[in-house]
């Protein structure tokens, strides 16, 4: 079994949804948890960047932490076509510097 | 400003070869990163440098892997004979120490 897992979708959305999309992991010494968009035949992006349990907004972005579920989450609010991509959840333990990455999950928002 | 660049943006090589893949991180990040990524699956790491020093090699998968830093700006990532299982995109990113990490575009490496 992967350390982080992620459902690979498809998940398809109209515009003006709200994307909700969430990653499963079991080693309890990550700390630092990351989401990054890529989009086809580019580099990932880096969206969202927290530290520990809670919740972070940033625009349109929120992203959730929940340490004692090991559960990960972002929201991405009024979403629009050009928010189609693969969406990367990643994280890494306080000690070290690699990330761990889910499987990412492919998101299309409809017109 | 410029982000992560590599080159070349596009490699195809035949099975057996050595192949060189390069990367140019932000100007003044200290830590330098190597991933690869599959198709359909997520970023797997490969090798973390912290100036000019190979701090964590862990993630190669043999041998036939070497990645270099000679001057902590710079680094090449190098492959000897190459298999087809090798065909990937390779992924370089950086970031201030301890930092949030940037990727660049990748080189998507075919083996044939």
């Known amino acids: 079994q992967k350390e982080v897992e992620q459902d690979p979708g498809p998940l398809s959305v109209p515009e003006g949804a709200i994307v909700s999309l969430n990653c499963t992991y079991s080693n309890s010494a990550f700390q630092y948890f990351m989401w990054y968009r890529q989009y086809s035949r580019k580099g990932p992006e880096l969206l969202m960047y927290t530290y520990s349990s809670g919740n972070k907004e940033d625009g349109r972005f929120t992203a959730q932490v929940d340490k004692s579920s090991k559960y990960i989450s972002l929201f991405i609010r009024d979403s629009q076509p050009s928010d189609s991509a693969t969406y990367l959840c990643a994280m890494r333990a306080a000690a070290g510097n690699k990330l761990t990455f889910g499987g990412g999950t492919r998101v299309l928002v409809k017109p | 400003g410029a982000g992560v660049s590599q080159t070349p943006s596009n490699k195809v090589t035949e099975k057996g070869k050595y192949v060189e893949l390069r990367c140019d991180p932000i100007?003044?990040?200290?830590?330098l990163y190597w991933y690869r990524q599959s198709l359909g699956q997520g970023p797997e790491f490969l090798i973390y440098?912290?100036?000019?020093?190979?701090?964590?090699d862990s993630g190669l998968p043999n041998d036939r892997f070497f990645a270099v830093r000679p001057e902590g700006s710079v680094s090449t990532l190098k492959i000897q004979r190459t298999e087809r299982g090798d065909s990937a995109v390779y992924l370089c990113a950086s970031s201030p120490r301890g930092g949030e990490q940037f990727f660049g575009p990748g080189t998507r490496l075919t083996v044939l």
């Open positions: 440098f912290q100036g000019t020093g190979a701090a964590d």
């Open positions: 100007s003044g990040h200290t830590a």
